[in-house]
């Protein structure tokens, strides 16, 4: 490789995060990048990202073998897992894919070997779980044989601004050696430099509370909204009085969904609850934003009752399904939460999100199209979710969430 660093790189987990990171590394020299999905690296092959984030330019100007062969593992020294973290059906941490790819990585893992993971959990997971298979599964011994460091992602789905060069990079690593290895590889391509956290633990949780902190701050919001909806008072005007203190800080209410910030704090309430401490305000937090699509759905039930539309056989419209604007993630998209609110009461509901026009049906209702939509008449429209491309369409609305 031409970096300084002299390391040859793998990427393993080509989503959100490892394909931007992928293409990050690919622009400045030749990297591997593997995924079990035969379906995502036939696409990326063709230059195509179904999650819309990178057009197909810069996925071929990219120097990245992509594979669904793990062997490229053993032909590397430095691996990256960007792997999903998500929750269980009991908000417990789901690490099964994550544990996979620890497996897969230490039976081809070769002696000398860097690995660091960027997969959001709980503070001690990397050296608790994923070091010790990848150790089994090797044969090889920790930071004798081969090296670990956690680094972890700040990627932001649909920000065409704050891309992965431009945010400071969090590295870290098993040991002074480990670290300024780390700190060389991210640093070749990241603008916006490197900080070095002081281990592997610290990373872990400076990762975690950023999401917990946000997740928070909302769940004010929400409260306040439902306190202020109460008194007759509408919260968007306070908060542009409140907001012209120097110190304000400013966060708005809305639906908390996707696959961080609605999932994150789980992994820190577990591993808290754990070490025997019930964590009252995070897990509040959670309660109150999981709450806020019923809310939602509460007032939107009121607004047709007050129109004198029936909710039996009445055609409900729905512009915008994926859990934030000008993302086609759908992942844990709290529209979906209000739609089944609306369908349990006989609506009849159709979607048309122009993001996701790709998908013929989405959380089993129709996702019509542009004309469609034109030519369409329902009781009722609900701009779920402000999509640049929903501007137009959402001045029509009968009731705009959050």
Not at 101 to 108: K, L, V
Not at 283 to 294: E, F, H, V, Y
Not at 295 to 304: E, G, P
Request: aromatic content about 6%.
């Amino acid at each position: 490789m031409p970096e300084a660093h002299g390391r040859k790189i793998c990427i393993v987990g080509l989503g959100y995060v490892g394909l931007p990171l992928a293409i990050a590394f690919g622009r400045r020299g030749h990297v591997y990048g593997y995924d079990t999905s035969e379906k995502r690296i036939s696409e990326l092959m063709r230059g195509f990202d179904r999650n819309g984030e990178l057009d197909g330019s810069r996925i071929r100007e990219a120097q990245i073998n992509f594979t669904t062969d793990p062997a490229v593992i053993s032909e590397s020294d430095f691996i990256i897992a960007a792997i999903p973290t998500p929750v269980d059906e009991g908000k417990r941490p789901d690490m099964r894919m994550l544990e996979d790819a620890s497996r897969t990585i230490g039976r081809h893992l070769r002696k000398g070997s860097i690995v660091v993971f960027e997969s959001t959990v709980y503070p001690g997971a990397t050296e608790e779980i994923c070091i010790p298979l990848i150790e089994k599964e090797s044969g090889l011994k920790h930071i004798r044989d081969f090296k670990s460091g956690y680094s972890p992602e700040r990627i932001n789905p649909g920000d065409r601004e704050h891309t992965v060069e431009s945010i400071v990079k969090i590295v870290s690593g098993c040991d002074a050696g480990a670290l300024d290895t780390i700190a060389a590889v991210y640093g070749s391509v990241i603008r916006a430099g490197v900080y070095r956290a002081p281990s592997i633990r610290v990373a872990e949780a400076a990762k975690i509370i950023e999401n917990v902190q946000r997740d928070i701050n909302i769940a004010l919001m929400n409260e306040l909204k439902i306190i202020l909806d109460c008194m007759g008072i509408d919260i968007g005007e306070v908060l542009k009085a409140a907001g012209t203190k120097w110190n304000f800080i400013g966060f708005h209410p809305g639906l908390v969904g996707g696959h961080c910030i609605g999932v994150d704090p789980y992994y820190l309430a577990y591993k808290s609850e754990v070490m025997g401490h019930h964590p009252e305000m995070i897990l509040a937090g959670r309660r109150i934003n999981d709450d806020m699509p019923k809310y939602v759905a509460s007032l939107i039930v009121k607004d047709m009752i007050r129109k004198g539309i029936r909710f039996g056989g009445s055609k409900v419209l729905v512009l915008g399904a994926t859990f934030k604007p000008n993302v086609k993630d759908l992942r844990n998209s709290k529209v979906e939460d209000i739609i089944s609110e609306l369908k349990a009461r006989g609506c009849t509901v159709d979607i048309h999100d122009p993001v996701v026009d790709d998908r013929k049906e989405i959380f089993g209702c129709r996702n019509i199209s542009r004309e469609e939509l034109e030519s369409g008449k329902y009781d009722y429209v609900i701009l779920a979710v402000k999509h640049d491309k929903l501007r137009d369409a959402g001045k029509r609305s009968d009731f705009v969430v959050l």
